[in-house]
């Protein structure tokens, strides 16, 4: 074996047949290099396994290497040398002799093992039109260098030059050396070839799609900031990047729902990529703002002072005991619990009794925004529900908008005039409060327009009607129903002398006056130019009185008025003569005529019910523009009255001999109802029995065939109106003696209440017999007829 200097390189590998230039500067590969010129100049070429290693040992160096001899030779200025070599053989390193100066190695040389020379062609032409794929994709100048590699038979060499055009790894290009069979080395080359280009490929690919990245954003770039300059030349600073950036800083601040983020997220990024005055951006930008906009987790802290409260309701409203006591329950009750769900009360009165100016006061007590959404004519259930946002024009509802507008999500917010709903081919709005009023469904309610679900359980929810009659029964049932009657004329007056007068001195400028409206002339304005439930006709006509002196004082000096007092006389000069006619006892007892008593929208009345008696065949004439229950009332009350015609001593030819003619005054206003069956059963027997009925009786009650007298609504209202007319004595049915409690002892003071249970009753009292009866009049007639049962039998019935 001959003997060899050993140069060590880092990180390339020498092969046979190939010239390579080296720069040495390590101390024993110096030397190396040092005995090989003062020998042959043939050195042995060897790899190390680790390239970070400066002094390598010989277990760390590869054991194939390559005999190389040095062609040239020069020393360099910093003291490394430079040197070129030609490989020559590869070798197996087989020990190393010496370690010192220089590394002396013995060698055997490795031969290259042959094969069927037919299969070594066709690998040799397959590796060479891949390599020749490889220069096309790599972009690589091919001609000239493939004809040189096609001359080339020596296989060795061929396998050389093709590794040292190849990317390859170290230990790739050191496994290639090793390889002594020629059909294999080439195979190897096919398999570094072809992933070479694959790679490139895939390299060129991510590249272009860099590239193409890069000049989209470029373009993307000088685009925007060409629009942002016509923005400015325009004089419209709404810029879509700086608007986005706007919001998506308001999004980081805001606490909201994690799907309602990923939504806003969503819609942000739409908008920024979306042209700046596309038809798209404008829905964008207001459905950006709308989540933004909205409370989803604002609230506002509740008053628990329950004195405050209390105070603020007393000053704010008089009476309407009842509805405070439930407004201070509930602050209780939430003081308490937390989590106390809200509840959904329903103000039911006649217009003017305060039900909207409650709820104001509720929201004062309770220290939360109010929101008022008017229900009145509303037919299409999207003004609540939000229209979808595929629709031009589109907004959303009126729930959501009244919440976005409050500023929290725990407001009051007062559904007005809800028995004003309408419905037709657009829908039913009235459904959709069924999911909003219902505090087990309103947490997950869902608007339209902004379609994503929105908590409404924190939301106190108060509604306003004047009667319960067009409301569905499910949507009575989500309700607590508080009824607000009207006031009778002393709440009236007190409500003007304590609120009314106050506030119109004030808004008319005539605090600095003494303006003095006694009670008195407040009970002459109440009873003579109001007709009504509420206050509101009265706020008006004292607003009229104020603005009349207003102007009378700006044409007097202020001298000649020292005081401001009125009377009858000058009330009548500012507000002309009196509108209505006050319902007044008759002067008379008559027969055929009785004083009945109604409810309507604007509290009680008292209803006149005339009858006569003519000539005829049996016919009945009803008049005074009455509803089909109360001609039904009328049928029923002819019939009771002509089965017991001989009981009351009526000639048994009566009612075929004769027709009759009912009639109610105020011909021009509709009536309805069952509650005067009792009424006209009177009036009726009194000309039939030629007998008259007490002037000053009032009565109420529905009848039936049998002569029951059934209970009836509104007994309050009924009360009042009896006792502006000035009647005495009230016959009422049995069954109402409950309701009593809930009429204000004022208005019962100075009222004779009996409650009837059949119609014999009600002829005990009403009519006026004579001192002397005739043998016409029978003595069951001029009896108690019948024993009134018990009170709980009677409610039995």
């Not at 060590?8 to 590998?13: A, E």
């Not at 398999?191 to 490929?201: M, N, R, V």
């Not at 509104?714 to 009042?720: A, D, I, N, V």
């Amino acid at each position: 074996m001959k003997l060899l200097p050993v140069l060590t390189l880092r990180d390339i590998v020498t092969f046979p047949h190939l010239i390579i230039p080296l720069f040495v500067g390590r101390s024993k590969s110096l030397a190396a290099i040092d005995y090989a010129l003062n020998h042959d100049s043939e050195i042995l070429v060897v790899t190390q396994k680790d390239p970070q290693v400066t002094d390598p040992k010989v277990n760390e160096l590869y054991s194939v290497g390559t005999v190389a001899t040095i062609k040239q030779f020069a020393k360099l200025s910093d003291g490394n040398v430079k040197i070129l070599i030609e490989g020559m053989k590869r070798v197996r390193i087989s020990s190393f002799p010496t370690t010192s100066p220089s590394l002396l190695a013995e060698y055997e040389e490795i031969p290259a093992a042959s094969s069927d020379q037919e299969e070594l062609s066709i690998t040799r032409r397959s590796v060479l039109r891949s390599f020749e794929s490889y220069l096309k994709a790599t972009g690589k100048p091919s001609d000239e260098f493939l004809n040189n590699l096609e001359s080339i038979q020596d296989i060795e060499k061929l396998i050389a030059l093709l590794a040292s055009q190849l990317n390859l790894k170290l230990s790739e290009r050191q496994d290639l050396l090793e390889t002594s069979n020629l059909k294999e080395a080439l195979e190897k080359i096919s398999t570094f070839i072809l992933s070479e280009i694959e790679l490139f490929k895939l390299d060129k690919k991510l590249k272009n799609k860099v590239r193409q990245q890069i000049e989209k954003n470029q373009k993307d770039y000088y685009l925007q900031e060409q629009l942002s300059a016509i923005h400015k030349e325009l004089g419209n600073d709404q810029d879509p990047r700086a608007e986005a950036e706007e919001f998506e800083k308001r999004l980081e601040k805001k606490k909201m729902p994690a799907y309602a983020k990923e939504r806003a997220q969503k819609e942000i990024k739409r908008f920024r990529a979306s042209a700046g005055h596309s038809a798209e951006i404008t829905v964008l930008r207001n459905y950006i703002e709308l989540i933004l906009d909205l409370p989803w987790d604002e609230v506002s802290k509740d008053s628990n002072n329950l004195k405050d409260a209390e105070t603020i309701l007393a000053n704010d409203h008089h009476g309407l005991h009842d509805i405070k006591e439930r407004i201070l329950e509930f602050l209780a009750v939430r003081a308490k619990v937390k989590t106390h769900k809200s509840p959904v009360l329903c103000f039911v009165g006649p217009p003017g009794v305060g039900k909207t100016s409650l709820a104001q006061s509720i929201a004062k007590s309770l220290n939360r925004k109010l929101e008022r959404i008017s229900l009145g004519g509303l037919r299409d259930e999207a003004e609540l529900r939000g229209h979808r946002r595929t629709y031009i024009g589109a907004l959303p509802g009126k729930i959501i908008s009244a919440i976005r507008k409050a500023g929290t999500s725990n407001p009051i917010i007062l559904l007005d005039e809800i028995d004003k709903l309408g419905f037709d081919y657009r829908g039913d709005p009235s459904s959709v409060l069924l999911e909003v009023l219902d505090p087990e469904q309103n947490k997950n309610f869902t608007d339209h327009y902004l379609d994503l679900e929105y908590d409404l359980s924190k939301v106190l929810f108060i509604t306003t009607a004047n009667t319960l009659d067009t409301l569905s029964i499910p949507l009575k049932d989500r309700m607590e129903i508080i009824s607000l009657s009207g006031y009778n004329d002393d709440e009236k007056i007190s409500i003007a002398k304590n609120f009314l007068v106050p506030k119109e001195k004030k808004s008319h400028g005539l605090e600095d006056f003494d303006l003095e409206i006694s009670e008195s002339i407040l009970n002459f304005i109440v009873r003579n130019y109001t007709r009504e439930a509420g206050v509101r006709s009265l706020q008006r006509e004292i607003a009229k009185i104020c603005r009349k002196l207003v102007r009378k004082i700006a044409t007097q000096s202020e001298d000649q008025i020292a005081k401001l007092q009125l009377d009858e006389k000058s009330v009548q000069e500012l507000l002309g003569i009196p509108r209505f006619r006050q319902s007044s006892v008759e002067a008379t007892n008559e027969i055929g005529l009785v004083t009945g008593l109604a409810w309507t929208a604007a509290g009680g009345d008292v209803l006149t019910i005339e009858s006569v008696a003519v000539p005829g065949n049996g016919k009945i004439q009803i008049t005074g523009q009455l509803g089909k229950v109360m001609q039904e009332s009328v049928k029923a009350a002819l019939s009771y009255v002509k089965v017991r015609a001989s009981d009351y001593g009526v000639p048994e030819d009566f009612f075929f001999n004769h027709d009759l003619h009912i009639h109610v005054p105020e011909g021009a206003i509709p009536k309805d109802g069952p509650s005067a069956g009792i009424t006209i059963a009177t009036a009726l027997l009194s000309i039939a029995a030629k007998l008259p009925v007490d002037r000053e009786i009032g009565m109420t009650g529905e009848i039936t065939l049998r002569g029951r007298v059934l209970p009836i609504g509104g007994l309050k209202e009924k009360l009042m109106a009896a006792k502006r007319a000035g009647l005495k004595k009230i016959l009422y049915p049995i069954e109402n003696q409950r309701d009593l409690s809930e009429v204000p002892q004022s208005v019962k003071d100075g009222l004779e209440l009996i409650p009837v249970f059949h119609m014999d009753e009600v002829v005990e009292q009403a009519f006026i017999f004579p001192d002397e009866p005739d043998e016409n009049y029978p003595r069951r007639f001029m009896s108690k007829a019948r024993v009134r049962p018990l009170a709980s039998a009677a409610r039995s019935c």
